[in-house]
């Protein structure tokens, strides 16, 4: 693994992490997290990038702004500068002559994949979305899901009357902006602008972000599929088999398609 870091057009450094193989390849998966974690994704996420460096791929996961190791504090994140992230992200897999490749977005993340993905879809040969947040109002706006629904009004106090909240276990700060974009992006349109390979994976059990959206919005997919991981919860840390599962069927996806 080589850490890194690299610039966002809009001038904030990034930290990234590569896991390089030790032969020459031209396929390249980049990893996006979600909201209030890092590019570790408790763990989960440098295992699989370890998966499929065995396997054949250049792997680069990164910290978006205001996240891990990445400038910038979270309560100004935005919809639009983690769009911005994912393509600072890909000008670095491209910087390196990489030229097939492939973009993975977990939860939040991969809202915002979806969404860069609408309107870039040159510069990538397939898409997967781990657990997506593809509804931003179901998720977090007029939450369906157990994980804010019991936090809803005073998330939206807060918002009004201070212009942050703090989201999830990890207490992390988010400002009135990024809840506000919440409301104009719409991932789940952005999916039926989507020509490339696209498989969606989700767990039945998510608590999170609703399994039922993505069941709904895999239909919108030109050329995609909903991989279903039944009784898996969100980000499919445990059980082992449920994580096992999700990593084979990404593997699988790529090796198919990059």
């Not at 693994?1 to 690299?6: A, D, G, P, S, Y």
């Not at 396997?55 to 500068?81: C, L, P, Q, Y």
């Not at 918002?159 to 809840?179: D, I, N, Q, R």
């Amino acid at each position: 693994m080589q850490k890194i870091f690299f610039k966002s057009k809009d001038g904030l450094k990034l930290c990234g992490v590569w896991h390089f193989l030790d032969k020459p390849t031209t396929k390249a998966v980049v990893l996006a997290h979600g909201m209030t974690v890092d590019k570790n994704e408790e763990g989960i996420i440098i295992e699989l990038a370890e998966l499929l460096k065995d396997n054949g791929f250049a792997v680069f996961r990164f910290d978006f702004r205001g996240h891990g190791e990445s400038e910038g504090k979270s309560v100004d994140t935005t919809i639009t500068g983690e769009i911005t992230d994912v393509e600072g992200a890909i000008k670095e897999v491209k910087r390196r002559e990489y030229k097939d490749i492939g973009l993975l977005g977990a939860s939040v993340g991969g809202g915002i994949a979806a969404l860069y993905t609408e309107k870039n879809q040159k510069e990538l040969k397939c898409l997967c979305l781990w657990n997506p947040a593809l509804n931003y109002d179901h998720t977090f706006l007029n939450p369906i899901t157990p994980w804010l629904k019991d936090r809803h009004k005073s998330m939206m106090h807060d918002l009004k009357t201070k212009g942050w909240t703090t989201v999830g276990s990890s207490k992390k700060v988010y400002g009135k902006k990024m809840f506000d974009e919440m409301a104009e992006f719409k991932p789940y349109k952005a999916l039926k602008n989507i020509s490339i390979p696209t498989v969606i994976i989700h767990g039945t059990n998510d608590r999170y972000v609703s399994y039922e959206d993505s069941k709904n919005y895999a239909q919108n997919l030109n050329n995609g599929k909903l991989m279903t991981i039944e009784g898996a919860e969100h980000g499919f840390h445990e059980p082992k088999q449920y994580s096992d599962k999700a990593k084979q069927e990404t593997l699988k996806f790529f090796l198919k398609y990059l």
